[in-house]
């Protein structure tokens, strides 16, 4: 390589970090571990309690035995032993007739359904096992949530590991809760991270294996354009994500929006801003911090934007771990640590504010 041709590689490689922030986050709180040992712990979802946010629910999937509902601290509240409950996602104000609540949803792979639960403004949920609706499909697998800003309807987005497929559901507000199949989106590779966003109206997925990546499509059952856009794909293919795309969620900061997605083989989260054309513009990763471990093998994620209390002053990332340590013993010099079952870490998003925004 001549010395031209050098400064140019290198001045193209600095022109890319120079953009792209790389930062550490540490964990304020991580739950109590699930009760299933192996990979169990998935998929995370938020409950904010607007009556009094410090009574917020943190609510993680064992994708072998059920959900359990956690406090802001990681706290078990309660565990449902709801089924193989892989993905969850909440939305409020779903109504029926005058009376509204927050709907909780998720796969259940024991029998191909979606699983719903009400929540009440206190936080109380119910647990009626009439609040199923079943699938087409044979082997459910993600899940997320959409209200369409145009008409207030409330769609289930469901993928299938075998078929290739993301079902849509409109979720009709009748007891008990039924669905209705309005379109089936075709992927190329096993789908399991999604998140919509209700203000454009754009579902984003990802897409695992060969594909690995970010995806987007209009998330309306209605729309003319169905076409499948990329954000990001795996580094082999010219993209900024290593192994599996897992998790997503989006964050907001007034009018900012950026899309967090698991990169699984480089223990991080790729981020994209939303508002300049999906750009990429770093990572985040979770490291250790005292007696609480970091984040390795990045899969479910969710984010809540807002105030919540003095330690979520902007909101709070909530993340499956794939290696759950503890009992370390930080004042000797070889740091010892036990491997427990999985958990979720519960991260303040302030510092991500300050580096991205301030
Ligand atoms: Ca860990
Ligand atoms: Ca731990």
Known sequence: MDNMKF????????????????????????TEPVFTSGDAADDPAFWYNQVNPEQSIVFGTDKKAGIHAFALNGARIKFIPSGKINNIDIRKDFKFGAKAFSIMMGSNQDNNSI??????????????????????????????LYRSPKTNFTYAFISDAKSLTINQYHILSIFPLKGSLVRQIKTQSTSEGCVADDETGILYFAQEDEHSGVYFINADPNTKNNDIGKIDLISKKGGFINGDTEGLAILRYEENKLLFASSQSSDDFTVYDLNNRNKFIGRVSVGKKNEIDGISKTDGIEIFSGKINQDFKYGILIAQDDMN?????????EIQATKVNQNFKIVSIDKIIDEFFE
């Open 7 to 30: 400064l140019l590689v290198i001045s193209l490689l600095i022109s890319n970090i120079v953009f792209a922030k790389d930062i550490i986050l540490y964990p304020k709180f991580e």
């Open 115 to 144: 699983i719903a639960y009400l929540i009440n403004d206190q936080g109380d949920f119910d647990t009626y096992n009439q609040n199923e609706i079943f699938t087409e499909l044979d082997s459910v697998y993600g899940f997320c």
């Open 325 to 333: 340590m503890e009992k370390f013993n930080l004042k000797e010099k």
